[in-house]
């Protein structure tokens, strides 16, 4: 066996699975924001402190996915993966801790106080999108894991809950549209 310069040092393996489990969860984190922008007033609400062009980037640190969203016309619109000069940037600092928060084993606050992920811009900018987050989780999962990860769940009247969860389920994270 040559050890030298022309060996080949064996790479870790590829995390390919994880990669696009995660890729999915922002995927649809990001369509369900997106349309959760479109249907909730609370959301809204939030959010309308934010100037128009406003930019949230998510993404995965070293090399992994990314989701923006960018403010237009009071609603957030998701970009993917395409990423561009952000006001506010969340970053998770390995795969294995996004997938805690993406999959719903951890939330949010636990994963920056475990120091999991960094924000990058005004904290007042990050507790605005954690909120929106938050109502939009409640939206995704059910209360049995939204109660589990999030520090408080927000009050939603159980017929806007349904009904904006079926929107959001059949149109907002497959399509785009509330």
Known sequence: MAFGPESSVPQPPRKIVKNLVARTMMFALG?????????????RREISVWPDEFTVTMKIMPRGPSLTWVKEAGRMRSLGGREQP??????FKTLEAALLVL???MGNPQAFAEHRLSVKGSLADAMILTRCLNITQAY?????????????APRIPLGRLLKNRAIIYTAGVPFGRP
């Open 140 to 152: 995704l999962f059910p209360r049995l894991i939204s109660g589990r990860i999030l520090k408080r």
């Open 86 to 91: 952000a006001n506010l940037t969340i970053m």
């Open 31 to 43: 369509r369900g924001f997106q349309a959760a922008s479109s249907l909730d007033e609370d959301v």
């Open 103 to 105: 999959t719903a084993r």
